[in-house]
């Protein structure tokens, strides 16, 4: 039971890593050991990221957007041709769309879901040779879907597909968890509460300013609370946990009841 948390070794893909919740995870992985390929759709910004991540481990960026099938599957593809076992995929690219509900747009609702529900499908479809390479009976890969306690609770804001896209993450999880178990792919997801990024951005002054009533661990996520549940998630200590959602939010939706 000694190294029951260790990932060193494994080899890590993580969309939506050039910042965020994404970068984050990345930064966890690398520095416990880890090789990291991180995905984002803008060149620049993933290249500055995985210079600033290479100092702690291998970081290796690939431009990907997964807006579209097209590019969901190039992504795969890339990967394909680099690696012939994945041991963690982590689905944390993501997208929102805020607009009220008279006026709210289609694309805001197909764009959504295709990069927060349907890449994630069948990104992982297209890697499961890698991914059932590398699991075994003892220690399965692994894939984490990022969902989001707004697909759990009312978020409370105009952002609508996006809470209906989270909740399709966390069912989603549950199903392939199921199917792919016999297969030693483990499937598992995290939802997280208010971490600040580029998303949550125009929420941070706001949420700052009340997390101290309206969260009861009083603050808002950390980069230590997603990576330490990620590394959990990836590790030999979770290999019998399969189709759960993890919620990561300091006790926000125990106490939206």
């Known amino acids: 039971m000694k190294n029951l948390f260790s990932i060193a070794g494994k080899v890590a893909v993580i969309t939506g890593g ?23 759709r803008k060149e620049e910004e993933l290249k500055a990221t995985a210079q600033e991540l290479s100092a702690l481990g ?11 099938q097209a590019g969901t599957e190039a992504f795969a593809k890339a990967l394909q ?8 995929l982590v689905n944390n690219a993501g997208a929102s769309w805020g607009a009220p509900l008279d ?24 890697l499961l040779p890698q991914l059932r390479a590398a699991g075994s009976d003892e220690d399965p890969a692994r894939v984490i879907n990022i969902a989001s306690i707004n697909g759990i609770t009312n978020p409370k804001l105009e952002n609508y597909s996006y809470s209906a896209s989270k909740a399709a993450v966390i069912q989603l999880t549950r199903h392939m968890a199921a199917d792919l178990a016999k297969d030693n792919v483990n499937i598992n997801g995290i939802a997280p509460g208010f971490f600040p990024s580029k998303m949550t951005a125009y929420l941070i002054d706001e949420v700052a300013e009340t997390a101290p009533t309206a969260i009861p661990r009083g603050r808002m996520g950390q980069p230590e609370d997603i990576a ?3 590394i959990y998630l990836s590790s030999r200590a979770s290999a019998w946990v399969c189709g ?3 919620v990561l939010d300091g006790g926000s939706v125990a106490q939206a009841g």
């Open 228 to 230: 330490g549940t990620a």
């Open 103 to 126: 006026d709210f747009p289609e694309n805001g609702w197909d764009k959504i879901m295709q990069v927060n529900v349907k890449s994630i499908f069948f990104l992982t479809q297209k």
């Open 244 to 246: 759960h959602t993890l």
């Open 58 to 68: 291998e970081c290796i960026p690939i431009v990907a957007d997964l807006g579209s």
């Open 18 to 40: 050039s910042r965020g919740i994404g970068a984050m995870i990345a930064r966890g992985f690398l520095e416990n050991g880890a090789k990291v390929y991180i995905s984002a």
């Open 81 to 88: 041709e680099r690696e012939s076992k994945i041991d963690i």
